[in-house]
């Protein structure tokens, strides 16, 4: 396994990734593969001597199909599995530098601070154990306050709480306030148990310190002077304390939260964030064929040209400013996707596609795939509505060929008005299940099956009418 900055990066094969991808996502093979490689190959980098290492860039990916096949979601699977920063954003977001809107450089921005949340992350639960210690003990701190120096049995000194368990014992031989120390192991027993967690308590807690006034900046652009300006205020005002009344489970965890961020060296996040991003950061552009087109000189046109100027010092390697320091962009992987149906790969300007070397098409679905896409993914949509109308105490089930007839519903739909892909599936469901999750709550205990007979009665109206399918499917 290959570290970078003592974490491994994921050394998944392409094999195993795409056979990850293929439990959410039917058919694709093509997109599957190319990311896959494309993953890969961030790995066999790590393993290359360094004077060549440099020289090997990642190979940009455009992924090009029509609506609704699954290129997003390709994109949020991957991400899960890459265990490296995972940004993605939308090309049409963006503007020209010198417009009103976002840069793109901002993109690298957002990258790292992705990257920082997730070494930040990382580190927390490194150190989870520690700081929850020392969360308890500041907690029995409040709880049993320390005895003062001539400690006698007063009244005062034993905590103000109104306790189940029986009188604390006296034992001689365990030092010099033996009935404090008791006292306090028994507290750590009950909070351990959970028995102290609806007793409140009152905490110090920092107040966060907010500007409403830098508000006004965040629009305008310069959200970089923003950030800096946040920071430097930050630190320049005195952190405020205030005092709060809480349980003590929420004061547990707050205190745990507390204890970590004192543990964490933010330093040493910060340089690993950087580095991270830089070596294994992967930005995915979706809709780039939003901004393809050349420049037409008027209306809304005007700066997508621009934007892919802009982009392709970044896509190229170029140092961008963040508020954590300079990022060098030459490794970082991009995949840019689009459905292309009106605009071509060919309309974006020439420097931009040849930074995108590897073009993968994703095929539409047809009636086949929608049944897969119904019974297979673990996650698919059918499952999400046996979920949710549990939850109602109703057994949802289906028929095989009710999905059948969903499948061929949708795919009839997608062919007569607007080819939406996989999208259609939502919507014909929805349709399908609309009674049901109306009536749900008062049918407690019942079972629903639905059969293709069930299908077609809910749905056969509504298909024989084009003009209806096109505003109700
Ligand atoms: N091949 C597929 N297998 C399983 N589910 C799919 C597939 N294609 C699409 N879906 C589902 O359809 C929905 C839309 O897919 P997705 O967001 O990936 O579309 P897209 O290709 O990015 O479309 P667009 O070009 O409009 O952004 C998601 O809920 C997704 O899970
Ligand atoms: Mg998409």
């Known amino acids: 396994m290959i570290e970078i900055n003592d974490k491994p990066l994921s050394n998944f094969t392409p094999r195993e990734i795409v056979s990850e991808l293929d439990r959410y996502i039917i058919g694709q093979t093509d997109a599957k593969r190319a990311v896959a490689i494309a993953l890969r190959n961030r790995w066999r980098r790590q393993q290359v001597p360094d004077d060549l290492r440099d020289e090997i860039a990642p190979k940009n990916i455009i992924m090009i199909g029509p609506t609704g096949v699954g290129k997003t979601e390709i994109a949020r699977r991957l991400a899960r599995l890459a265990q490296a920063p995972f940004l993605k954003v939308e090309a049409s977001k963006y503007t020209e530098v010198g417009y009103v809107g976002r840069d793109v450089e901002s993109m690298i921005r957002d990258l790292v601070e992705i990257s920082v949340k997730l070494v930040r992350d990382e580190e927390t639960k490194l150190v989870k154990v520690k700081a929850q210690d020392m969360a308890e003990e500041r907690i029995l701190d409040i709880l049993v306050p320390p005895p003062p120096p001539s400690f006698e049995d007063r009244p005062g000194a034993m905590p103000n ?17 033996p009935k404090s120390n008791a006292t306090r192991e028994k507290f750590r027993r009950m909070l351990r148990d959970g028995e102290l967690d609806d007793r409140e308590i009152e905490l110090t807690v920092q107040d966060k310190v907010g500007f409403p006034f830098m508000q006004v900046f965040s629009t305008s652009g310069v959200e970089e002077m923003n950030m800096n300006m946040q920071d430097m205020m930050g630190s320049l005002f005195p952190k405020k304390t205030k ?11 707050l205190l745990a939260q507390e204890e970590a961020q004192k543990l964490i060296d933010n330093d040493k996040v910060t340089q690993s964030a950087i580095s991270r991003a830089e070596q294994s950061g992967i930005v995915f552009i979706d809709e780039i064929d939003k901004v393809a087109g050349r420049e037409t000189g008027h209306g809304p046109d005007v700066s997508r040209e621009g934007v892919q100027r802009d982009l392709l010092p970044i896509v190229e390697g170029c140092t961008v400013a963040t508020k954590y320091g300079m990022v060098n962009t030459q490794h970082i992987l991009f995949i840019a996707t689009g459905a292309f149906n009106v605009a071509k790969p060919s309309d974006l300007i020439p420097e931009l596609q040849g930074r995108f070397p590897i073009r993968v098409e994703l095929s539409s679905l047809g009636k086949e795939d929608f049944f897969r896409i119904l019974t297979e993914p673990e996650n698919s949509l059918t499952k999400q509505y046996i979920a949710l109308m549990i939850t109602e105490r109703v057994t949802l089930e289906y028929t095989p060929d009710a999905l059948e007839k969903v499948a061929d519903i949708a795919a009839d739909v997608n062919s007569r008005t607007e080819n939406i892909g996989a999208r259609r599936l939502h919507t014909v469901m929805e349709k399908l299940l609309e009674e049901l999750s109306f009536k749900a709550p008062e049918m407690g205990g019942e079972k629903v099956v639905f059969t293709a007979e069930n299908v077609k009665a809910a749905l056969q109206d509504i298909i024989e009418d084009e003009d209806l399918s096109r505003y109700i499917l």
Do not use: F, H, N
């Open 243 to 253: 005092s709060r009344k809480m349980k003590v489970v929420e004061a547990l965890k």
């Open 161 to 177: 709480i109104s306790t189940t368990a029986g009188p604390v014992e006296l034992r001689p031989e365990t030092g010099q306030s």
